[in-house]
């Protein structure tokens, strides 16, 4: 069972890298705005859902950036 597996604190488990995840958040949101400005529709409701998930990536990845700045976040 477990006695061939190494004994690993949680904190040594982190998904991913954090700088990808900034870059491909902030690439999406500019892919969000570029379809809301290029787009062959006709009504403004799939603007207003375009802009506002790219606004809500941005604000996840400023957010984020300002707690690991100040030290709330590991």
Known sequence: MAGSEPVTAPDQHRPGHRKSGRIGAVLSAAVLVVMALCGNH???????????????????????????RNGLRS
């Open 42 to 68: 006709e009504g403004n409701v799939e603007n207003i859902w375009l802009f506002g998930l790219a606004a809500l990536l941005l604000a996840i990845v400023i957010g984020d950036a300002v707690l690991r």
